[in-house]
């Protein structure tokens, strides 16, 4: 109680009192956005598809947010998890994303 630090306020443990999955949280829409992209490459391939194409298609999701910038964070995340591979300004799935799929589908 004599400590200097007593008298400073602590950080709340959940500053937006959301819950840890909160549907509406940013996280879990640019996580739904990942899967709906992922799912879309993953249909359509082997149709490369370019980045204004998923906009145009997550457009179609009121709660994405702006489509071209969700678009955008959807392919970074997944092609920072080797999901989607970038070719200029198109995109696809990678093997790793193609043979997973595959699993799940025998």
Known sequence: PDHKESGLLMAEPNPTDRAPHDPSSP?????RTEGAVLALLLDEHPTRLSMDELALVLHADPDAGTPEDAARRAVRELAGAGLVHRDGRFVCPTRA???FNALELA
């Open 27 to 31: 996280v879990e829409c640019d996580r």
């Open 97 to 99: 994303a193609l043979y």
